[in-house]
């Protein structure tokens, strides 16, 4: 065969193998993606594409109010789909709960979710509190409603009307259901009253108990020793 017919030749099946190139959908996001396939032919079929509205990661305190944002699906061509939203979000109690979306068209169903903690927060601390006590009524004289408010800061708080009688302003560190009240002391004249604490608050943020450590140098009715507080949400 003359070098003429070799090229004619192998043009030939160049041209027969290109022609044979296997057609399909090459969009793996499709659902009918077709991997064998090296040539797209324009067959590609897709789900609705779920968008939600809001962050998908959401924090609120324990007894406030939630109002989902929702979710908007749309087709492929922008024509907008029904979003099914399932899922309920409890927040009498702390916990993980998740709100589900759900879009379908005729190529199949799309899925999406919501994880909205519910925690405590600050705001579970501020509030009034009814307080009950083994502390006694001389050596750690707590007072049955003290009132504490924000700090500075997210993680601080202010209790005032420490003691009864003699009042007296303390602070406090919070790390969500944790409280820790640093060593410090209370000047009540004759004395003073030094004294630190740590306590939990429970899940449904209505009850706050603290064991306290103090020491009272005031002659006469003072004291040390341990005692355990337990505030109630009013």
């Given at each position: 065969?003359?070098?003429?017919?070799?090229f004619?030749?192998?043009?030939?099946?160049?041209?027969?193998?290109?022609?044979?190139?296997?057609?399909?959908?090459?969009?793996?996001?499709?659902?009918?993606?077709?991997s064998k396939?090296?040539?797209?032919d324009?067959?590609c079929?897709?789900?609705?594409?779920?968008?939600?509205?809001?962050?998908?990661?959401?924090?609120?305190?324990?007894?406030?109010?939630y109002?989902?944002?929702?979710?908007?699906a749309?087709?492929?061509?922008?024509?907008?789909?029904?979003?099914?939203?399932?899922?309920?979000?409890?927040?009498?109690?702390?916990g993980?709960?998740y709100v589900?979306?759900?879009?379908?068209?005729?190529?199949?169903?799309?899925?999406?979710?919501?994880?909205?903690n519910?925690?405590?927060?600050?705001?579970?601390?501020?509030?009034?509190?009814?307080?009950?006590?083994n502390?006694?009524?001389?050596?750690?004289?707590?007072?049955?409603?003290?009132?504490?408010?924000?700090?500075a800061?997210?993680?601080?708080?202010?209790?005032?009307?420490?003691?009864?009688l003699v009042?007296?302003?303390?602070?406090?560190?919070?790390?969500?259901?944790?409280i820790?009240v640093?060593q410090?002391?209370?000047?009540?004249?004759?004395?003073?009253?030094?004294?630190?604490?740590?306590?939990?608050m429970?899940a449904?943020?209505?009850?706050?108990?603290?064991?306290?450590?103090?020491?009272?140098?005031?002659?006469?009715?003072?004291?040390?020793?341990?005692?355990?507080?337990?505030?109630?949400?009013?």
């Amino acid at each position: 065969m003359n070098k003429i017919g070799l090229f004619i030749l192998v043009i030939g099946l160049g041209a027969g193998f290109s022609s044979c190139k296997k057609k399909g959908c090459t969009d793996a996001t499709a659902t009918n993606f077709n991997s064998k396939a090296k040539k797209d032919d324009g067959s590609c079929l897709y789900k609705p594409m779920i968008t939600i509205i809001g962050a998908a990661d959401t924090t609120i305190s324990v007894g406030s109010t939630y109002a989902d944002l929702g979710a908007t699906a749309v087709n492929k061509d922008g024509s907008s789909v029904n979003v099914v939203t399932t899922g309920q979000v409890v927040t009498t109690s702390t916990g993980v709960n998740y709100v589900n979306y759900s879009a379908t068209n005729p190529n199949g169903t799309s899925t999406a979710k919501r994880t909205v903690n519910v925690v405590i927060g600050q705001d579970n601390w501020t509030v009034a509190w009814d307080v009950t006590s083994n502390c006694g009524a001389t050596s750690f004289p707590l007072a049955g409603a003290p009132t504490i408010s924000a700090g500075a800061t997210a993680n601080d708080l202010v209790i005032d009307g420490m003691f009864t009688l003699v009042g007296g302003t303390a602070t406090a560190t919070v790390n969500g259901a944790t409280i820790t009240v640093p060593q410090q002391t209370i000047n009540i004249t004759a004395g003073d009253i030094n004294f630190s604490g740590v306590g939990t608050m429970n899940a449904q943020g209505n009850i706050l108990t603290i064991t306290y450590t103090y020491e009272n140098t005031t002659p006469i009715i003072g004291g040390s020793g341990t005692c355990v507080a337990t505030y109630v949400k009013q």
